[in-house]
């Protein structure tokens, strides 16, 4: 079956460390999110990647970091620069077209703070 | 003020019961969505709109493009779907135009 993955699915980080979430799609999609939840908020979006090698800041995209270098893999780094990472994290995909095309979600990342 | 809001932001219904979430949006838009996200935190894509409604099994969504309104119903509630739904606008050609409501809470009790 096509769809996405993201791991782990709880991931704990440690003061002054930076860690990586993992995003990988096989639907064959160009554009891929990241999204961050935080609750009673609606998501927000941190980078997306329209192409290969290609990726753009979103709204909140300070304190972290992607790479788009296979079309089915995204990873998020979330840095040290972060300094409140603690939310929930989505990845997304969808065709090309813009942001009228029907975005297809992973089951997410919880970021924590140790 | 939010571009998106929801409401009820929380709902508790009984099994069977007719459900409508309701959607209203601020900014000109090509496209509105209605997403489900599950207890576990997985989101799912219900329905996409411009005009209209549509009816997917007990589901239906509606849209007012004039009063900028859209509102999701749920037939014959389940507790199966106890869920957020989520409420996102898209803007076009612009990857980056999508804007999403808070989310309604619904429980539906057995």
């Known amino acids: 079956d096509g769809g996405i993955t993201q791991s782990p699915k709880y991931l704990f980080r440690k003061e002054g460390q930076n860690v990586t979430l993992s995003c990988e799609q096989n639907?064959?999609?160009?554009?891929m999110y990241w999204y961050r939840q935080d609750p009673g908020q609606g998501l927000r979006l941190i980078y997306y990647?329209?192409?290969?090698?290609?990726?753009q800041k979103g709204d909140i995209a300070e304190g972290y970091s992607v790479s788009r270098e296979k079309k089915e893999s995204f990873p998020l780094t979330v840095t040290s620069a972060q300094k409140n990472p603690t939310a929930f994290y989505l990845c997304?995909?969808?065709?090309?077209?813009?942001?009228?095309?029907?975005?297809?979600f992973g089951d997410g990342t919880r970021l924590s703070i140790l | 003020k939010n571009e998106v809001e929801q409401s009820p932001q929380n709902l508790t219904a009984q099994e069977g019961e007719f459900i409508t979430i309701n959607c209203s949006y601020s900014?000109?838009?090509?496209?509105l969505h209605w997403l489900q996200q599950h207890p576990g935190g997985g989101i799912v894509s219900l329905f996409m709109?411009?005009?209209g409604k549509k009816k997917h099994g007990r589901l239906i969504a509606t849209i007012n493009i004039q009063e900028k309104h859209s509102s999701l119903h749920i037939t014959a509630s389940h507790p199966r779907d106890s869920a957020v739904y989520i409420c996102?606008?898209?803007?076009?050609?612009?990857?980056?135009?999508?804007?999403f409501g808070p989310g309604t809470s619904l429980s539906v009790i057995p």
């Open positions: 997304a995909s969808s065709t090309g077209g813009g942001s009228n095309q029907p975005q297809h």
């Open positions: 639907l064959n999609h160009d554009a």
């Open positions: 990647s329209q192409i290969v090698n290609d990726f």
């Open positions: 900014v000109g838009i090509s496209a």
């Open positions: 709109l411009s005009s």
């Open positions: 996102a606008v898209s803007g076009g050609t612009s990857y980056d135009k999508v804007i």
